[in-house]
């Protein structure tokens, strides 16, 4: 477990435990804040599937008022449909992209994306929500076994209040349905470090070159986490990005050519 997320992960766990014991009949619903890439999603999935609940993420950034062409919120929650018989989670990720100001100067735009805000406070109203389902007909589907989480950077603001997500453009009605706050942290480089010495895509990549030692690969990805740690905006997500530049662009950031990789075969490092 990484360290700066062991309260977070607690909490998070003891709520989930709650909303399953109870069969739904209990909803937290709540709001995650942190920077990007500081595992917001990833640690929600990673507790759907501990409760062995269905898992639904919507990009809130993604989404257009009801009647407007578009990805509507109607559309995005179109699989509840097929997860009726079991409790689920509702992950809307860049939730904040829809209220804070200064996104875009756009005013259709600003009136879309309050109006996206509408939508979700309705659902959160009601048992039931509409959405689109066969043949562009709409159908009514329960939510009352749905967990709703709302996730974002919300601006690299830390420790968010309900009194100040109020005063950046959060509708009360909302927070009266949705008063719960989680606030991630950044993401240290002792942890950086040890979770790119478990990563799963460093596994696999060892595994097609044999002849690249895992010492060497580890030394020269700890020296850039070091290096770009205070200005990271990707957070875990750098790792990955790191591991495929050290392999496919060699350590030296050359480019090399890979022609063909497949698992039953092992390739070399030019």
Known sequence: MIREQEAFIKELNKLVSIFEASEGEIRPHFIVTGPSGTGKSFNIAKLADKFDLGFLE???AQLTKEGTSGNSLSKAMSPLQNMQENLVICFVDEFDKLFISGNSNDIAAHESTNGVQNEFLKVLESD???VFGDYGKYVNVSVKNVLFVFAGAFNGEEDLT?????????KTEFLGRVGLIFNTVKISLESMISTMKECAQLELYLKLFPDVKRKDVEKVLTEQLTECHEKNTLGFRIITTLVNQYFIKGKDGYKKETKKITFQKTLKMD
């Open 128 to 130: 039931t929500a509409s």
């Open 58 to 60: 919507v990009n809130a």
């Open 162 to 170: 309900i009194d100040r997500l109020r005063e950046i453009g959060l």
